[in-house]
């Protein structure tokens, strides 16, 4: 999987050397070359010097064949305007956006940008949205068998009621998170593009109840 990352800083680093370690095929870009000095010795993904929404750096850094794009540069104008670019020119799935301003997150998750304000961001949520893996386990009780997760879902559930979701998955929603702030909803609350779903259920459960959401459709 090709992943193309906005940012050498701390955070965009130490993502890059986690996702090659993965075995993944990266290429981070940043303005400052010597940013580049934060990548791990064992780096061997590729390095872009530009500017991250510039065509012609998106597509020296391999865009087109990008599987998922994280921005997380210093700057919220630049991390949003190189995420829709990716999403909306290049048609990238996988995009996040890591942004400053918790004030501006909705006008953002409205365009389709998953965004997390930075207080909350960390390098594994950002790993999870970049690449999908069904459900994360957030915690489990004394006897393994009931688990709470963050589950992915199609975006055929979002504008439905979450007792719509409880219903179709034999599931009860824990609590949501909405930019970057936890919620506790009620049946009526409904699912919005980018929330984070967390789910209770048991843990026998947790692949079917994936694959439903996955694919939209209803527990038989």
């Given at each position: 999987?090709?992943?193309?990352?906005?940012?050498?800083?701390?955070?965009?680093?130490?993502?890059?050397?986690?996702?090659?370690?993965?075995?993944?095929?990266?290429?981070?870009?940043?303005?400052?070359?010597?940013?580049?000095?934060?990548?791990g010795t064992a780096f061997k993904g590729e390095t872009i010097?530009?500017?991250?929404?510039?065509?012609?750096?998106?597509?020296?850094?391999?865009?087109?064949?990008?599987?998922?794009?994280?921005?997380?540069?210093?700057?919220?104008?630049?991390?949003?305007?190189?995420?829709?670019?990716?999403?909306?020119t290049y048609g990238v799935e996988n995009v996040v956006a890591?942004?400053?301003?918790?004030?501006?997150?909705?006008?953002?998750?409205?365009?389709?940008?998953?965004?997390?304000?930075?207080?909350?961001?960390?390098?594994?949520?950002?790993?999870?949205?970049?690449?999908?893996?069904?459900?994360?386990?957030?915690?489990?009780?004394?006897?393994?068998?009931?688990?709470?997760?963050?589950?992915?879902?199609?975006?055929?559930?979002?504008?439905?009621?979450?007792?719509?979701?409880?219903?179709?998955?034999?599931?009860?929603?824990?609590?949501?998170?909405?930019?970057?702030?936890?919620?506790?909803?009620?049946?009526?609350?409904?699912?919005?593009?980018?929330?984070?779903?967390?789910?209770?259920?048991?843990?026998?459960?947790?692949?079917?109840?994936?694959?439903?959401?996955?694919?939209?459709?209803?527990?038989?």
């Amino acid at each position: 999987m090709h992943i193309v990352i906005l940012g050498a800083g701390r955070v965009g680093a130490l993502l890059a050397d986690r996702l090659d370690e993965s075995g993944h095929s990266v290429a981070i870009i940043d303005q400052n070359e010597q940013s580049f000095r934060r990548l791990g010795t064992a780096f061997k993904g590729e390095t872009i010097r530009g500017v991250g929404f510039d065509r012609q750096t998106l597509e020296s850094a391999g865009i087109r064949r990008a599987h998922a794009f994280a921005a997380v540069s210093s700057g919220d104008n630049t991390n949003i305007i190189a995420a829709r670019t990716a999403r909306e020119t290049y048609g990238v799935e996988n995009v996040v956006a890591r942004i400053y301003d918790p004030r501006r997150a909705e006008v953002y998750q409205r365009l389709g940008i998953p965004t997390v304000a930075t207080v909350s961001w960390t390098t594994g949520q950002i790993m999870r949205r970049m690449i999908p893996q069904g459900a994360n386990i957030e915690h489990r009780d004394a006897s393994g068998e009931i688990v709470v997760c963050e589950v992915n879902y199609d975006e055929i559930w979002v504008g439905r009621q979450l007792d719509e979701i409880e219903a179709a998955t034999a599931t009860r929603v824990a609590f949501l998170t909405r930019h970057g702030t936890g919620l506790l909803p009620t049946n009526s609350t409904v699912l919005q593009f980018g929330d984070l779903l967390h789910l209770v259920l048991p843990a026998n459960r947790r692949e079917a109840v994936c694959s439903l959401l996955a694919a939209g459709g209803v527990d038989q």
